[in-house]
């Protein structure tokens, strides 16, 4: 494979821009120039498009458009715990109870009390045992060897086995470290005897001079409570790995626990030498050949991995074809920065449904290795994020919750906790105001945090660059592809090669022949049933078509000429599938997937419910369904590769392909691992042959910076969070912070008729004009530039709820008049006013359903109609198709059709009857319930800040865990757990697993014979991620109770006290 072609580049940024005067611009031109009108197409793919979405998102980005400072994880606040604590406050009043309690802080995590009466497994011995072996460690490393069985060589890690057995060269080393192993042994020997694990977090026996400095302050008021041993028995439930535990297991986490400790003093001596793989455990490469099957790297992912530049921890742009692996090397520099450098990750993925893959993957790891992996997606995410005493997070994040849990890592001064922030598909940078919050957060990083190394990635770069100036990034590249790609022209009965050597970038290479039936020849003019059939069923094949009707009809045309025999091909678990679909959907299935499964195929597109794609993908995945027909979004959505690809013709929608959609969407086929090869087929007409010409020869298109094209979800935005936050408050400082944007890099090719200043103070113009910003006029003597901004109360409203400033001013009006009459009878009336404003301003009602709907209505819910100035006599004149006279605003007619959309499935939770009840897909409606779930939790947090709107707020945090599920209650627990939809829930609870407890100890092999059509590997997943859950919600209860019984460091006579005695 072709590995050429790899290189480093660095750019260092110098930039000045000129300041005309403050009063000069304020009369500049409004910011309407600088918006260009074109709209978002409804399904867009990973590659650069500058283009603005005139503040309405497309349907298929609505689950992604994220709330902030949302925190729907404190909705299942254990109120039991609270009553247990108010008992026991009552308890210990009495004076006979008012005695020390044991130090806290240096008991072990669970007594053995509680560990017996709660069967707390032995895994929960973990830290006598670590002192133990430790000690027996200090009494020289070969006593760990005291119990050399063949169990236990086979369960430690392999570095140990090679330490044991002296072996220098092992042959699974991967990229032949085998000097470096040397080094890593040596240092071993000499520092694994010299300290106590570090991240020991339940050491029984601390040195005196510890714990006496611990107990200085906690005497007063440590104690170890039935609340405390209750949390500790959950904390112990958390970390139950498996139900029975070898000694020998309980010697690898020692030993695991060591070599994380010994890496960490390697990292920290800033020596170069590395641990046996990459500077971390030998666990972690065990790891990966047991949960990926990946057993080397590769060797650009060595190249990389051992840069100068990484080492030296400099900012990272590195870019390789699809599926060439850069993952890998992204997850190796996060557990470095978890395990050994001891700081939180935060790692931005660009959908929901690829954050929630990413999450089980890494479970796993984290449970083994020891470190928090948090989900920021959806509802999903707390801010700030819970302060983890011991060990570290990774937040796995989408673009919107990566940004505000950045601001709330900046506004409480925590931000330097982040050691690291990765971006996948950084390109996406460059994509409308989902670019524009990605470069926001990027800024705010560089800016704030000095410490925080950035990495980005993506196959899909060209003006790498300003990138590089913007990130202030070093720059990797190489071509390497673990798997050959093909790329294919498909011409009338002709397929010619792509080949750049070529005079006109093409040549020929066969000819189709097949023998087509003359109806066959009418209905597939375009060969498609003979090069499907080439593949399936034994290799999977994508059919990427231009629209969604057109994936369904394509589906269906297949299979109505594919021969009989494909129905046999694994028809069992089709069959399962069609069974399942039904059971996830109230006994539904679409006509069309009733047809096309039996033969293996199906659609792919945002029509389909988030329960049903899922369901498809895995089937997929394993090879039960061999052929997917789909929109543009597949290519940027989740990891399903193909033997061959095949582009149905060279558009999107309307629109003639781009060079970055093109190059994701025939990146999807050869599978590493799987496929020896993978090929791509463009199907093209003639009339189209010298577009494609030229696009197959172009380079990448270039990415710009949407910040400023994207008014107010851009620079205003911005500009009204950095006041916010206090990151910059005057022009001067806030104008330094724009010349460090990827704006300012690309300035004077996007707006090359105004300066970074003028645009700047347009925009503080705006938000001043808009009552959300104040000039401190205090200090006169300064010169106007120095003048301090500070943020109004509606101005905090809008940025802590993350509201589109285009609509903060109509959602206060709105709010303002719900106060004067708001009906609470139904939820009606409260849905409407969470109905998200882009969505709504999308919206064309059907009048006729809308009629029905309307006349269906109580009194009390017509009530809500008469309130908003819609009645039903202009609705019937709508449906009847007469002219009406008097003015009624559209936007709040359309939003109230949204609501009765909303209101619907609420009341009959079934996603299905709503679609059909109102003509609308399946999947629009579960995009509009999550975005109205999200807006609800924004509406919360907007009124949070403002007095007038309290009565809202409770009322809001009902409706958000409403919208939020949407399911029955006792649902919700087991659909925390990532990756457990509705109806894999309910498989679930009807099976008796009903509580995330139950889940997190589920055994994997017992719940695939329980559970109908659930892999072995779905299974781990689901236990690892409700683990990972588990564990979290008990450290975080842990973490209250701490700080609860902690003495505040500004406590009367502490500190008097103290100087007292000195
Ligand atoms: N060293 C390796 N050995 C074997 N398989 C590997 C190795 N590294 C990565 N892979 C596998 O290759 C596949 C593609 O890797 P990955 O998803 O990281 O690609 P990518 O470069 O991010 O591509 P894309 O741009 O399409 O996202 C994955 O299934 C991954 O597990
Ligand atoms: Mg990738």
């Keep these: ?432 105001s989902r670019g524009a919050i990605l470069e926001m957060t990027l800024a705010k990083v560089l800016y704030t945090s000095k410490t925080t190394q950035i990495i980005g990635m993506s196959a899909t770069l060209s003006n790498v660059e300003d990138l590089q100036e913007f990130l202030q990034a070093e720059y990797y590249t190489s071509q390497f592809r673990p798997v050959e790609l093909k790329e294919y022209l498909k011409i009338n009965d002709t397929v010619y090669e792509v080949d750049s050597k070529a005079e006109n970038g093409m040549t020929f290479s066969r000819l189709l022949n097949y023998k087509y039936s003359d109806t066959l020849k009418k209905m597939d003019p375009d060969y498609l049933v003979a090069l499907v059939t080439e593949v399936i069923p034994n290799y999977s094949c994508l059919v990427f078509c231009p629209t969604k009707k057109n994936c369904e009809n394509v589906a269906e045309m297949i299979c109505r000429f594919l021969s009989k025999d494909y129905l046999k091909h694994r028809e069992k678990e089709k069959h399962d599938l069609v069974k399942n679909l039904k059971n996830i959907s109230s006994g539904n299935l679409c006509p069309v997937l009733k047809h096309t499964i039996p033969f293996g195929v199906a659609y792919h597109h945002s029509g389909l419910t988030s329960d049903e794609r899922k369901l498809l993908e895995e089937a997929y995945s394993i090879g039960v369904l061999c052929l997917f027909t789909c929109t543009s979004t597949l290519a940027a959505g989740v990891n399903l590769p193909a033997r061959r690809v095949i582009l149905r013709a060279p558009y999107v929608a309307k629109e003639f392909l781009k060079r970055n959609q093109y190059q994701q969407m025939i990146g999807r086929a050869g599978r590493a691992g799987i496929d020896t090869m993978g090929e791509s087929i463009l199907i093209l007409q003639e009339k189209d042959k010298q577009q494609v010409l030229e696009l197959i020869s172009r380079p990448l298109e270039n990415c710009y910076s949407c910040l400023v094209q994207e008014f107010t979800k851009g620079i205003q935005t911005l500009c009204l969070s950095l006041i916010g936050l206090k990151v910059a408050t005057n022009l001067d400082d806030i104008c330094h912070f724009m010349n460090g944007t990827f704006f300012g890099v690309q300035q004077k090719i996007l707006l090359k008729e105004k300066s970074l200043w003028e645009i700047t103070v347009e925009s503080l113009r705006h938000l001043t004009e808009k009552g959300l910003l104040q000039k401190d006029t205090l200090s006169k003597s300064k010169e106007e530039h120095q003048y301090n901004f500070h943020i109004t109360k509606l101005g905090r409203a809008s940025f802590k709820g993350t509201i589109d400033l285009a609509y903060c001013d109509i959602l206060y009006r709105d709010l303002k008049k719900g106060l004067e009459g708001l009906v609470l009878e139904s939820l009606l009336h409260l849905i409407y006013l969470t109905t998200p404003y882009d969505l709504a301003f999308q919206c064309v009602p059907d009048w006729m359903i809308y009629f029905r709907q309307f006349s269906q209505l109580s009194p009390a819910e017509q009530n809500v109609a008469a309130l908003l100035g819609v009645s039903e006599s202009f609705i019937w004149k709508k449906a009847s198709g007469q002219a009406v006279k008097k003015k009624v605003d559209k936007d709040v007619v359309n939003r109230l059709y949204l609501s009765f959309v909303l209101y619907t499935l609420l009341k009959e939770t079934n996603i299905w009857s709503v679609s059909e009840k109102f003509n609308l897909p399946r999947g629009y409606i579960q995009s509009l319930l999550t975005g109205a779930a999200s807006f609800s939790a924004c509406v919360l947090h907007f009124c949070e800040e403002l007095e007038e709107f309290w009565v809202y707020r409770a009322l809001l945090v009902e409706l958000t865990k409403k919208l939020t599920y949407c399911v029955k209650a006792e649902l919700i627990p087991l659909m925390e757990v990532t990756g457990v939809l509705e109806g894999r829930a309910k498989q679930l609870y009807n099976a008796g697993y009903k509580s995330l407890v139950h889940l997190a100890n589920a055994n994997p092999e017992v719940l695939i014979r329980t559970i109908d059509h659930l892999s072995r590997h779905q299974a781990k997943k689901i236990v690892s991620s409700a683990k990972m859950l588990l564990h979290e919600k008990a450290e975080a209860l842990q973490e209250e109770v701490e700080e609860l019984l902690r003495l505040p460091s500004d406590f009367p006579g502490i500190v008097s006290s103290s100087i007292e005695k000195a």
């Design 1 to 432: 494979m072709d590995e050429g072609g790899s290189h480093i580049r660095r750019r260092v940024s110098i930039r000045k821009r000129n300041r005309p005067s403050l009063e000069s611009i304020f009369a500049a031109p409004t910011a309407a120039e600088l918006k260009p009108g074109d709209e978002e197409e409804e399904e867009t793919v990973a590659g650069s498009r500058r283009r603005k979405t005139v503040g309405v998102q497309p349907v298929k980005h609505s689950d992604s458009e994220e709330d902030m400072f949302g925190d729907y994880d404190s909705f299942t606040e254990n109120s039991f715990l609270a009553q247990v604590d108010d008992l026991e406050q009552k308890y210990m009043q009495l004076p006979e109870h008012r005695k020390h309690a044991t130090d806290f802080a240096t008991e072990d995590l669970c007594s053995e009390s509680i560990k017996n009466k709660l069967s707390i497994t032995p895994i929960d011995n973990f830290t006598e045992l670590k002192t133990d072996e430790h000690t027996k460690n200090q009494s020289g490393h070969n006593d760990v060897t005291l119990e050399p069985g063949a169990d236990l060589l086979y369960d430690v890690p392999s570095s140990q086995v090679l330490y044991f057995e002296n072996l220098q060269n092992s042959s699974n080393d991967l990229c032949d470290q085998s000097a470096i192993e040397r080094d890593w042994n040596s240092y071993y020997h000499k520092t694994v005897n010299e300290e106590l694990p570090h991240n020991c977090i339940e050491q029984p026996q601390k040195n005196d001079e510890f714990s006496s400095k611990i107990r200085t302050g906690s005497d007063m008021n440590r104690r170890k409570s039935v609340k405390d041993d209750l949390k500790s028995a959950m904390t112990g439930n958390a970390k139950v790995q498996t139900p029975i535990i070898s000694r020998s297991k309980q010697l690898k986490e020692t030993l695991l626990s060591e070599e994380i400790n010994v890496a960490k003093k390697i990292i920290e001596s800033s020596s170069h030498d590395l641990g046996p793989f990459y500077s971390l455990p030998s666990k972690v490469r065990d790891l990966y050949v047991q949960f990926k099957g990946i057993e080397k790297l590769y060797e650009w992912q060595h190249t990389c991995l051992t840069l100068n530049s990484v080492r030296e921890r400099k900012n990272l742009i590195y870019s390789l074809p699809t599926s060439g692996g850069k993952t890998l090397v992204a997850e190796i520099l996060m557990l470095q920065e978890l395990l050994c450098r001891r700081k939180d990750v935060l790692m931005i993925l660009p959908y929901v449904a690829i954050v929630q893959e990413k999450i089980s993957g890494l479970s796993s790891f984290g449970i083994e290795l020891g470190f928090f992996v948090e989900e920021y997606a959806g509802s999903k995410g707390k801010f700030p994020p819970i302060k983890r005493r011991e060990k570290k997070s990774l937040y796995i994040a989408t673009i919107e919750k990566g940004h505000s849990l950045v601001n709330s890592l900046i506004e409480t001064g925590r931000i330097s906790s982040l050691g690291l922030v990765v971006v996948d598909e950084l390109h996406m940078i460059g994509e409308g």
